[in-house]
């Protein structure tokens, strides 16, 4: 018996196939597979202003808080007075941007990753990598990129 290749079965396959691949790239479960990364967790430079760039006045961020900028992708932190940190807004689990800052910690609303707002260090997964440090300069009463 011989079987012929039909129109409808070609395009079933190639279907099939391209969907996985889809599939396989925009998938990725719960886990980062533990691995770690030299560079930022997106591969390209974290922050997407200009250095120099005017962020915030220093009354914009609060003691003990923080305030996100997601154009910039950096998340900037006041956890001590007069103590100005930055971060990430890149979530390294997922890639997403962190959406809130509270009760001392930068959190992402993905997956609920928390992040210190003093180091960027995990609070509470299910991130294992802490955000990276951005640097930022006070100058006066502005805080900006460096």
Same mark, same amino acid.
């Given at each position: ?19 996985? %691949?889809?599939? $396989?790239? +925009? ?6 597979? /533990? !691995?770690? @990364?030299? =560079? ?45 940190? %930055?971060?990430? $807004?890149? +979530? ?6 962190? /959406? !809130?800052? @509270?009760? =001392? ?42």
């Amino acid at each position: 018996m011989t079987y012929e290749t039909t129109r409808r079965a070609v395009l079933l396959a190639t279907g099939a196939t391209g969907a996985a %691949a889809l599939v $396989a790239a +925009c998938g990725g479960g719960g886990d980062d597979g /533990g !691995s770690a @990364s030299t =560079g930022s967790p997106t591969g390209q430079d974290t922050t997407g202003g200009p250095a120099g760039q005017v962020l915030a006045n220093l009354d914009e961020i609060p003691v003990g808080g923080g305030k996100i900028f997601a154009d910039e992708k950096v998340v900037v932190t006041q956890p001590e007075q007069g103590r100005f940190k %930055a971060f990430s $807004a890149i +979530c390294t689990h997922q890639r997403c941007t962190v /959406g !809130s800052v @509270s009760d =001392g910690t930068i959190n992402c609303p993905c997956h609920g990753s928390r992040f210190k707002i003093a180091d960027g260090a995990v609070a509470h997964g299910p991130a294992t990598q802490p955000l990276p440090a951005e640097q930022i300069t006070v100058e006066g009463n502005s805080i900006r990129l460096a």
